[in-house]
Nanobody, 118 residues
Framework: QVQLVESGGGLVQPGGSLRLSCTAS????????ADWYRQAPGKQRELVAG???????NYADFAKGRFTISRDNAKNTVYLQMNSLKPEDTAVYYCHLDPPTPILSDYWGQGTQVTVSS
């Protein structure tokens, strides 16, 4: 069973930065599209950013210009660099791997809490 381990969350002041990491337990990241989602209390989970297996990226409007998604297939790790954080960015952030074919499973991380507060 593949596991995704997320890290890097925490408490940060408005305007600060955090880098989230998501590491897969097996050497398989390179074939998957990877996404970061977030879910704030009382709200639906929403897509933050995605990166294809050939490094094409897309971002939610709220993330453009502030967040950067990247991947290091050699380390089986996906990153989300978050700058200029705002209180409304407070949420649990989840990593997701989307397979290239329905034959394979998709995977979710356990989530990491990001709190932006002064």
């Amino acid at each position: 069973q593949v596991q995704l381990v997320e890290s890097g969350g925490g408490l940060v002041q408005p305007g600060g930065s955090l880098r989230l990491s998501c590491t897969a337990s097996e050497t398989m990241l390179s074939i998957y599209r990877a996404d970061w989602y977030r879910q704030a209390p009382g709200k639906q989970r929403e897509l933050v950013a995605g990166i294809t297996n050939d490094d094409k990226t897309n971002y939610a409007d709220f993330a453009k210009g502030r967040f950067t998604i990247s991947r290091d297939n050699a380390k089986n790790t996906v990153y989300l660099q978050m700058n200029s954080l705002k209180p409304e960015d407070t949420a649990v952030y989840y990593c997701h791997l989307d397979p290239p074919t329905p034959i394979l499973s998709d995977y979710w991380g356990q989530g990491t809490q990001v709190t932006v507060s002064s």
